[in-house]
């Protein structure tokens, strides 16, 4: 859309462009380059127009939408970008679009989820205006011996992505939830689909939602979920910045993958599992009653290794742990 070309030259102005500049750039009137600004203008972009000078952007909404995240992409990534105001799922759009052949690295973004969905058919939520809802269209040359460690290496690419948005760290546990202060700030969901001929994978979607900007949680979550703002004194980010910056970490993800030392090496020093006491559930069966025992360390392919109280050493490839500390376990 013209608007997006539009704020893509503003964004990177420190002075005022003229709106003629604007159209010969773009080989539109200027009437067309008059029509975008006052569409920005009508999405919340302050833009200050002077005579003899031009335009100038002075502040950015806190908005999603493709020109906003665009602006922090190369063009050759962008083109491959969906940003949708509110969709029932971003991993159902995505899997809709990879059915009509959509190519590996196409993202969905939006900005609210109407069924947003957790692991094990959880709801998950996703109110408009404060949080990332993505999911990536990911096609690996390996084979299922691999995948199980995908959701590993996503947890890293999304905390790398916080850290060059914001300049933040974050925390993982086991297996793959990201925090902040020993609570949850982001949710991930891997679906994949295999050729039922080869039986190799035809498509993974890595859906992530990650709470940015949100100021209170629901009474059931709330001890359990926090916000980048929360843990950072209430400050408002930027989330088309961090949507920019998850693409580019998701995009490195795929091109490293299946076999590079990075993410197991982060993986292992951001990990907070490792060291504490845990509970450990069966993975069908979490209402059950699980085994107590210490992490004493992640394997080489992200299995979290377990002494539990009867002397016994396990390696958990999957299920549900809880961490003493987090989440209620006490």
Not at 120 to 131: D, E, M, T
Request: with cysteine.
């Amino acid at each position: 859309m013209l608007k997006d070309d539009v704020l893509n030259i503003i964004y990177w102005e420190e002075d005022f462009i003229s709106g003629e500049a604007i159209s010969r750039k773009l080989g539109v009137s200027r009437a067309a380059v008059n029509s975008a600004v006052k569409a920005l203008r009508d999405e919340g972009y302050e833009i200050t127009s002077s005579t003899n000078k031009g335009y100038l952007l002075t502040k950015s909404p806190d908005i999603l939408t493709k020109g906003s995240v665009s602006v922090h992409l190369p063009e050759s990534i962008s083109k491959n970008v969906h940003v949708f105001e509110s969709v029932d799922s971003t991993n159902d759009v995505l899997k809709d679009m990879a059915r009509k052949g959509a190519p590996s690295g196409t993202v969905v973004i939006s900005d609210c989820q109407t069924g947003g969905k957790g692991r094990r058919g959880r709801s998950f939520a996703s109110p408009k205006g404060v949080g990332i809802y993505f999911s990536y269209l990911f096609k690996p040359e390996s084979g299922l011996d691999k995948i199980s460690n995908l959701t590993s290496w996503t947890a890293i690419a999304v905390s790398d992505a916080i850290y060059n948005a914001y300049g933040i760290d974050s925390q993982v546990k086991w297996v793959n939830d990201l925090l902040m202060n020993r609570k949850k700030i982001c949710g991930i969901l891997t679906e994949v689909t295999v050729e039922a001929e080869s039986g190799l994978i035809d498509n993974c979607i890595i859906g992530i939602g990650i709470n940015v900007n949100e100021t209170s949680f629901p009474e059931e979550i709330s001890q359990i979920a926090t916000s980048i703002s929360i843990e950072n004194g209430g400050k408002t980010f930027d989330r088309s910045k961090l949507a920019a910056e998850l693409i580019k970490a998701m995009g490195d993800l795929a091109y490293r993958w299946p076999d590079d030392e990075y993410y197991l090496s982060r993986y292992r020093q951001s990990n907070v599992t490792v060291g504490s006491r845990i509970v450990a559930y069966p993975q069908l069966a979490e209402n059950s009653e699980g085994r107590s025992g210490t992490a004493i360390a992640i394997n080489e392919d992200f299995t979290l290794k377990v002494k539990f109280d009867d002397g016994s050493i396990s390696d958990l490839r999957s299920g549900e742990v809880s961490v003493r500390g987090l989440y209620g376990y006490t």
